[in-house]
């Protein structure tokens, strides 16, 4: 049990590095997804299967969904900006 | 600032930061020492005095059930903000009412079509057992909730999106969550007609380790699934229909 602490520490705090550490935003999305799922683990191995069933939830699905929800909207209004840069330009 | 510069910066701000971390932590108690008597009292005496064999729920749906309450309102007001931040901009209020559709069916390989469909059932089912059993074992109303709602969410990525559609855009999604807000105060308030504090504890307890058992914690805990369900399944719907703004856009 004591060595399970420690490897799922050693883990947790890897994979921490490795969330800041990824650029982009969407490959930073999957990134933070498998470390709330690792968080998860590591609070049901420190027994605490309340907290880690809402972190599998929370951390590994819904967490991701409200970024790529962020992202998608961020990029359709890149998208709409640039349309109006163009019809202007061509009005012009 | 070069990178150099940063580089050599972080290293010492990141020196330093380590050093204070390892002296605040020099004096931590041991793994699992707990000093504090509330923890120790609780978890002897909650399971005859609420007849609840998860002592977590016990206290979050009852000795607690104030706070949790107030939690409960964090998700709902957070809900209402990101309906806010998401409603139909100006210009795009015109496009949005010609309701145009997703394509029905996404290209996915049969293996992850039959695999996705084989665990929704799974889920459901998971889900309403961990937010029914509340009491009793790990888990209750949130975490049930939350499993419930990524059901539909495996339905969208099993291809499915017309399902997916139906599931999200039903009216009784905002019933949900609505009703499981209100649900929760009227359970509170329901205690003050019989002469009792706000969230007593007021429906007969039960045999322990029963489904029907612990009075209001199995009713609260199966009302915060209801509003946790619809909470999660509203932003599901914002997501759904940014999905599609952004599709005809490009």
């Given amino acids: 049990m004591r060595l399970l602490q420690w490897v799922i520490l050693l883990l947790v705090a890897l994979a921490a590095p490795g969330v800041a550490l990824s650029r982009d935003p969407k490959q930073q999305v999957v990134t933070l997804s498998a470390y709330g799922l690792l968080c998860a683990l590591m609070f049901f191995i420190f027994q605490a299967p309340d907290v880690a069933l809402s972190q599998i939830t929370i951390g590994a699905v819904m967490l991701p969904l409200m970024i790529l929800l962020a992202l998608t909207k961020m990029r359709h209004q890149d998208m709409r900006r640039e349309q109006k840069q163009q019809k202007e330009k061509q009005g012009q | ?250």
């Fill in chain 2, 1 to 250: 600032m070069s990178a150099q510069v940063r580089t050599i910066f972080f290293l010492v701000s990141a020196a330093g930061l380590a050093a204070l971390f390892a002296w605040g932590f020099r004096d931590a108690p041991p793994l699992g020492d707990y000093r504090g008597p509330y923890g120790d009292v609780v978890t002897k005496v909650a399971v005859f005095e609420r007849h609840a064999t998860d002592v977590v729920n016990a206290i979050n749906y009852d000795y607690r059930a104030f706070d949790t309450l107030g939690e409960e309102f964090i998700l709902f007001t957070a809900v209402l903000g990101v309906l806010l931040l998401f409603r139909p901009q100006k210009g795009e209020g015109e496009e949005d009412k010609k309701q145009e559709q997703l394509e029905e069916k996404l290209p996915v390989s049969d293996t992850l079509r039959v695999g996705m469909e084989m665990m929704v059932g799974v889920m459901i089912v998971f889900g309403l057992y961990i937010a029914v059993h509340g009491q009793l074992t790990p888990g209750g109303g949130f975490q049930g909730g939350v499993i419930l709602a990524s059901a539909p969410l495996v339905v969208h990525l099993s291809g499915d999106v017309e399902t997916f559609q139906r599931i999200v855009k039903s009216p009784l999604i905002k019933l949900a969550e609505s009703g499981g807000a209100a649900g929760y105060a009227i359970i509170g308030v329901s205690a003050l007609f019989f002469g009792a504090h706000f969230l007593t504890n007021i429906v007969p307890l039960g045999t322990t380790g029963d489904l029907f058992s612990s009075g209001t914690i199995a009713i609260i805990s199966i009302v915060v699934g209801m509003e946790v369900t619809g909470g999660f399944l509203v932003l599901m719907q914002i997501y759904l229909e940014e999905i599609i703004a952004a599709r005809k856009s490009s």
